[in-house]
């Protein structure tokens, strides 16, 4: 680490001689190749265990490529990974150059980079000259067909933008990448003659470290996110064992992260250990976004969720940090959501995009599971609208139409999905619950995922695809409401079995259908009454369907219920001592009880991603901050208070936070980039000095907020 800041410190006090360079890659490569090396790191009781779906590779041969133009010759220095040659106009230059001369006028640079083990990537540095994101680069596929105004030479080769993440030291390549890490000690330790039982305060994610390690004989490392699975030395999920034989005292670092609470290190034979500490890890993010309130078991709620959510930030967004340790689709577009209210960290969700998509030919579901492929294209309309980054869908529309293309072809003879061989239809982990025919759930998403692809069609201007997609989702939502709304159950059942809909009403598709705005007044109010408020449709136990549940109730206006639910659900796993968010919370459960899942003792994840969704639901619905133009060119602030007395935060955006207190009396926001519209219900006429509000009729108001101005409003709730 001090190596690199020293780099970064030379490299600083160059700027003036050296403009801004970056290393450079294929599109998309560097996120396959680092997200296979992260998802088989993991390992239960030190065995390796790889994920269970097909995972691609790099292009191991890239060609780079640029024209520029010079006023004056130019010393350019070339960083590589791998071997290769470099072309100045056409013409190969000798060996593997260092630094090549470029004269004056117009040139073109070429550089052909082979790596199998590592991702082909180039840092070039000169004066005017440097690799970025401009570049363009190929895989020489002479036959790839140039469909979305990517530019082509004349022998047919197509070029994309390169791809970067900021890796801006020359002498540190992609390759070298990790996460940054700092030593962080016990709260509790029991020494005794041969063992260390430690207890760090707080989930926890790292590299274990025992000071002063010397003798001969064994190490056993049994980690627990809870004292009984440290304790419990033949069900614990993860370990490490080591064979000791040295004479001198040293340091020792194991070699793999672990997710843990508390630590049981036993030993024997001669060996001996000074002390126990941790590095921890982490993805350096910032915290842009906070919210607190009148509650203060909300506000420990909140600042749980962002520990949880910052646990599980990691190369990737991750579904939970002690078992899986994967990428799933389904988890991270959650994760995706909630980043947009706190660190807003859009890097993170590209490469997480890209790392789940890989590459053509595509072979199955994304984790293999048919609601995970939705759920990415969902994530793409999401981040759009958050980012407003336009060159993310111009360079990866192909693969999101050979994904839709995928899709299309296993629907059955009525236009619908059901599972298949090899498809794991989802939903979420609960008892009872049937996957069998068409599921309402999946057409539903099915839906939306082709109004995603219209959407992202008419950006990279392929107006054919947008009608056809367009009108393909328009034809499955009539089908959804055909085939499965009831207006005896005043909902949409949950599926149907040889062309008869069943009489069977589930939670899923009906919420998803409310924050979708896919229902009509009239069936939000039925869908609010007969299934999202009635305790006779089965209830939902996992944080990963609750938080759509509450998200649909929070659309709806009932952000008092919200509040006591999330009092209730998350709080009730803070009286159970929880620093961080379970997989699971079912309130039944007594004791260890809580700990076990997949039929193992301590199968469950307590730090789970999917656990920290009051992060959104306090950003989006009861600040009230939502954009409505992609990147918050237009933004609306809704404030609700939710039964709370007073609430107060900020919410980022690409260009700055947006600003909110609200209580009984007053709102008070400032505003950010782009225009936003203040709304809001006073049963008086409100007023401000700082802008004009607007009456809607019913006791409804709005004023403009514009970028960088504070408004104070007195109203009457």
Not at 30 to 58: A, C, V
Not at 97 to 121: D, E, M, S, Y
Not at 166 to 186: A, C, G, I, R, W
Not at 548 to 576: F, H, I, N, R, S
């Amino acid at each position: 680490m001090k190596k690199n800041l020293f780099l970064l410190s030379l490299l600083l006090m160059n700027v003036s001689v050296f403009a801004q360079a970056t290393w450079i890659w294929y599109p998309g490569d560097y996120e396959i190749w680092l997200g296979n090396q992260m998802q088989n790191r993991r390992t239960e009781r030190t065995t390796f265990m790889p994920p269970f779906w097909k995972l691609d590779s790099h292009y191991n041969l890239i060609d780079f490529h640029k024209e520029f133009t010079l006023s004056q010759p130019e010393e350019v220095e070339l960083f590589v990974e791998g071997r290769y040659n470099v072309k100045l106009d056409g013409k190969i230059l000798t060996g593997y150059p260092k630094r090549i001369t470029v004269p004056a006028g117009k040139h073109k640079i070429n550089l052909k980079v082979f790596n199998q083990a590592h991702v082909p990537a180039v840092f070039i540095r000169g004066k005017t000259i440097q690799s970025d994101a401009s570049w363009r680069v190929t895989f020489e596929d002479k036959e790839w067909i140039d469909e979305t105004g990517k530019a082509s030479d004349q022998s047919g080769t197509t070029w994309l933008q390169a791809g970067s993440w900021n890796f801006n030291d020359p002498l540190v390549p992609p390759s070298q990448f990790k996460l940054n890490t700092k030593e962080e000690n016990p709260v509790l330790v029991d020494k005794q003659a041969k063992s260390f039982l430690l207890d760090f305060g707080k989930e926890t994610f790292g590299f274990l470290k025992l000071k002063g390690l010397t003798g001969k004989g064994n190490v056993r490392i049994y980690y627990g996110e809870s004292k009984e699975e440290a304790l419990a030395t033949e069900t614990c999920e993860t370990t490490d064992f080591l064979k000791i034989n040295q004479s001198a005292k040293r340091d020792s670092v194991m070699e793999l992260t672990k997710a843990f609470r508390y630590v049981n290190v036993q030993f024997d034979g001669s060996v001996a250990i000074d002390g126990v500490s941790m590095l921890y890890e982490f993805l350096p993010v910032t915290e842009r976004g906070g919210f607190r309130c009148s509650d203060e078991e909300i506000n420990k709620i909140y600042d749980v969720a962002l520990y949880t959510l910052h646990l599980n930030t990691r190369e990737f967004f991750i579904d939970g940090i002690k078992r899986d340790r994967w990428i799933w689709s389904g988890d991270a577009s959650q994760s995706y959501l909630m980043n947009y209210y706190s660190f807003f960290d859009s890097p993170s969700v590209a490469r997480t995009m890209l790392a789940l998509r890989g590459k053509d030919p595509v072979t199955s579901h994304i984790n293999t599971i048919m609601d995970y492929t939705f759920y990415w294209f969902i994530s793409i309309y999401d981040y759009y609208q958050f980012t407003g980054d336009k060159a993310f869908i111009q360079q990866f529309y192909p693969r999101m139409k050979s994904l839709m293309d995928y899709c299309l072809t296993r629907r059955n003879k009525n236009g619908l999905l059901e599972g298949l061989s090899g498809d794991w239809v989802f939903i979420d982990w609960a008892e009872g619950l049937s996957k069998k025919g068409e599921v309402s759930f999946e057409q539903l998403l099915f839906a939306r995922s082709l109004e995603t692809m219209a959407l992202c069609a008419g950006i990279v201007n392929h107006s054919d695809d947008a009608s056809q997609y367009a009108q393909l989702a328009k034809e499955v939502k009539g089908k959804l409401f055909q085939y499965y709304w009831n207006p005896e159950k005043h909902a949409l059942v949950h599926s149907r079995v040889d062309g008869v809909s069943t009489p069977h009403v589930t939670r899923y598709a009906n919420m998803f259908a409310v924050f979708f705005d896919y229902l009509n007044p009239a069936q939000k109010q039925e869908v609010k009454q007969h299934v999202l408020l009635n305790n006779q449709v089965p209830k939902i136990t996992t944080p990963y369907m609750r938080f759509y549940e509450l998200e649909a109730l929070c659309a709806l206006g009932e952000q008092p219920y919200v509040t006591k639910e999330m009092k209730d659900y998350w709080g009730g796993m803070l009286k159970l001592g929880a620093t961080s968010f379970w997989e699971e919370y079912n309130p039944d459960k007594k004791g260890a009880e809580h700990y076990a899942m997949y039929g193992r003792e301590f199968g469950k994840s307590l730090c789970h991603a999917w656990g920290a969704s009051p992060l959104y639901l306090l950003g989006k619905y009861y600040l009230g901050v939502k954009p409505t133009a992609p990147a918050y060119q237009t933004y609306l602030i809704e404030p609700n208070l939710g039964g709370l007395q007073w609430i107060e935060g900020k919410v980022p955006t690409p260009q700055g936070e947006v600003e909110v207190y609200c209580s009984a009396k007053e709102i008070k926001v400032t505003g950010a980039a782009g225009t936003g519209t203040l709304r809001f219900k006073s049963k008086k006429k409100p007023t401000s000095k700082q802008g004009e509000i607007r009456s809607s009729g019913g006791g409804l108001y709005e004023m403009t907020i514009e970028k960088g101005k504070s408004y104070r409003v007195n109203y009457s709730l």
